[in-house]
């Protein structure tokens, strides 16, 4: 039952429970917003699809050897760094800034406006119990 509430103490209570409450269902919408954000921008695909697979990449060149730069070896995390580092502007240009602040925008508000008006049943008793209080007092 969707039901705005009275004060902000009970607001925060109830977002609270409602959070925790609802934590997997909140995951499946950012997860899913992840999803719709990646599939909708072919560049973003691109590009990632282009850095897992650079990473790929050099996960099989190490099982076989060691990779020699400039008379260095090199470490396979200092590979992964020069692959991040590499693919960055890639990324700058696909817009993946932007769709995180989107995602992260997009969740937190549709998280909070259901967290915030949605009533579980055992608030709907206490609501019930304490209005009951109250028009005895009166």
């Avoid at 921008?41 to 897992?52: E, M, N, T, V």
């Avoid at 055992?122 to 007092?137: A, F, N, P, Q, R």
Wanted: glycine share 6%.
């Amino acid at each position: 039952m969707f039901h705005i509430p009275n004060s902000f103490p009970r607001c925060t209570s109830r977002v609270v429970k409602n959070v925790e409450y609802f934590q997997s269902n909140y995951i499946i919408i950012f997860i899913g917003l992840i999803v719709y954000c990646i599939l909708t921008s072919p560049l973003l695909l691109i590009a990632i699809a282009a850095f897992l697979g650079s990473c790929y990449i050099i996960k099989l060149k190490n099982d076989s050897r060691e990779i020699v730069l400039f008379g260095q070896k090199m470490t396979l995390a200092h590979q992964y760094a020069l692959v991040s580092l590499i693919s960055f502007p890639l990324f700058y240009l696909a817009g993946a800034g932007q769709v995180v602040f989107w995602i992260l925008g997009a969740s937190f508000f549709f998280i909070m406006l259901h967290a915030t008006t949605y009533q579980l049943p055992t608030d709907i008793k206490e609501g019930e119990e304490e209005l009951k209080s109250v028009m005895e007092i009166v």
